[in-house]
């Protein structure tokens, strides 16, 4: 059965402009550091292990969308960074480098699906609180982009291959959906406007009009991905 996302389906003239592996939207709006120190105490000991690890330990946590569990290890402004950007952050960040200075090791990871870095900071071992928690006390992204809703991500797609950018094209869909808007045209043109928005298993389905030719444009995109962090998560196209 196909449900319509209320609220999503609405006109909109789209202008064309520049838009370790850890397994694991908008934030929350009781996002931050309220988990208790009775539910932290429930998880294994953060006060004597390494910087890396404590930081390991957040990204997961962040990346699987366990927000209780991020609590635990994050400063209030930590998580506002990070549920600011994505959440949850999704199974893409891959730990390239620890470095450190004055009592903080910086530990920063790389996302293998969009391109970008996080830093976190974590106080070192022997300046923490007794019990250990909330000691990642910094975070910085660096080239990542934006997340993005299904829609957006659609809308971001179309405007992409609107204005001829192969690039961007290619990164917002799979090699077969980008290929399929390149048989329709290199350069799609400005001229597309979304008229509906659906979802249906798993998968939110885009509907633009060309208001030239009156032809048709129906993206998939996959929620599961986008919500992991993928790029590409356009992967079908229909043209009519």
Request: charged share 10%; aromatic share 8%.
């Amino acid at each position: 059965m196909i449900r319509r996302i209320i609220g999503l389906g609405t006109t909109a003239a789209l202008a064309v402009t520049a838009p370790i592996v850890l397994t694991g939207a908008a934030a929350p709006a009781n996002a931050g550091t309220t988990t208790t120190t009775a539910s932290c105490s429930q998880l294994a000991s953060a006060t004597n292990i390494s910087a890396a690890t404590y930081a390991d330990r957040l990204v997961r946590a962040w990346g699987s969308g366990a927000t209780a569990t991020a609590n635990c290890y994050a400063s209030t402004a930590v998580t506002r960074t990070l549920y600011g950007q994505v959440m949850p952050g999704g199974i893409h960040w891959r730990r390239v480098s620890t470095e450190g200075a004055a009592g903080t090791i910086y530990v920063t990871y790389h996302d293998d699906a969009r391109g970008g870095n996080l830093t976190i900071g974590v106080q070192n071992v022997g300046l923490r609180a007794a019990n250990g928690w909330h000691a990642a006390y910094t975070a910085k992204f660096s080239g990542e982009p934006q997340a993005w809703n299904a829609v957006q991500w659609s809308d971001n797609l179309v405007r992409a291959w609107g204005r001829g950018d192969t690039k961007w094209t290619a990164y917002y869909a799979t090699p077969t959906a980008a290929a399929q808007l390149h048989k329709v045209a290199a350069k799609g043109g400005s001229h597309w406007t979304r008229i509906a928005t659906e979802g249906a298993a798993g998968t939110t389905y885009v509907t633009y009009r060309n208001d030239v030719t009156r032809h048709t444009l129906v993206i998939g995109v996959s929620n599961v991905g986008l919500s992991q962090g993928d790029a590409h998560a356009a992967y079908t196209v229909q043209y009519h």
